[in-house]
Antibody, heavy 117, light 112 residues
Framework: QVQLVESGGGVVQPGRSLRLSCAGS????????MHWVRQAPGKGLEWVAV????????YYVDSVKGRFTISRDNSKNMVDLQMNSLREEDTALYYC??????????WGQGTMVTVSS | DVVLTQTPLSSPVPLGQPASISCRSS???????????LSWLQQRPGQPPRLLIY???NRFSGVPDRFSGSGAGTDFTLKISRVEAEDVGVYYC?????????FGQGTKLEVK
């Protein structure tokens, strides 16, 4: 069925790195822009990054610029988020989301990232 | 960055009664292509967000018709005509007109 499944979360010390992955299935992955959105415990939603359907453009929220990198492999129906120099304020549930008509039509269940010493 | 301000932040609504949530933007959300990329999402407890409305007033597939969206420019509204028990959760507006995309703070809907 049509779904997104995130993986790669875990507990990591400040300053370390983590790589999140999101696998899409049930749809033509290469047709869609893909986003990462995060939600700190008990807080609201924060948009993190987007990658164009063909990987040609990428945008980030200022708080992660220079530390996070979004990438995709359309042959594997995957989008990744490489997170370097992690900070405690990056602790959150990370969702990947598929874009359609300027909205997020499809969401994964999320993968939890905890940054703590 | 575009700031989205939702009111109220909490809304206890009797079962079967209407509910309304406002979302005000710090800038016009009208894009150069003529579209306004303002959407509404619902997040039930323990669940990922779910799209309800996109481009102000378009109901997403499978969304009950008791949900409706309206507005233009900087002022937008989500209405639920008759609240049901399954509508409990947090509702967010989101803009995708500009980067970074931004969300409202969320409105917690409680059914009483």
């Amino acid at each position: 069925q049509v779904q997104l499944v995130e993986s790669g979360g875990g507990v990591v010390q400040p300053g370390r790195s983590l790589r999140l992955s999101c696998a899409g299935s049930g749809f033509t992955f290469s047709n869609y822009g893909m986003h990462w959105v995060r939600q700190a415990p008990g807080k609201g939603l924060e948009w993190v990054a987007v990658i164009w359907y063909d990987g040609s453009k990428k945008y980030y929220v200022d708080s992660v610029k220079g530390r996070f990198t979004i990438s995709r492999d359309n042959s594997k129906n995957m989008v990744d988020l490489q997170m370097n120099s992690l900070r405690e304020e990056d602790t959150a549930l990370y969702y990947c989301a598929r874009e359609g008509s300027g909205a997020f039509h499809l969401w994964g269940q999320g993968t939890m990232v905890t940054v703590s010493s | 960055d575009v700031v989205l301000t939702q009111t109220p932040l909490s809304s206890p609504v009797p079962l079967g009664q209407p509910a309304s949530i406002s979302c005000r933007s710090s800038q016009s959300l009208l894009y150069s292509d003529g579209n306004t990329y303002l959407s509404w999402l619902q997040q039930r407890p323990g669940q990922p967000p779910r799209l309800l409305i996109y481009k102000i007033s378009n109901r997403f597939s499978g969304v009950p018709d008791r949900f409706s969206g309206s507005g233009a420019g900087t002022d937008f509204t989500l209405k639920i005509s008759r609240v049901e028990a399954e509508d409990v959760g947090v509702y967010y507006c989101m803009q995708a007109t500009q980067f970074p995309h931004t969300f409202g703070q969320g409105t917690k809907l409680e059914v009483k």
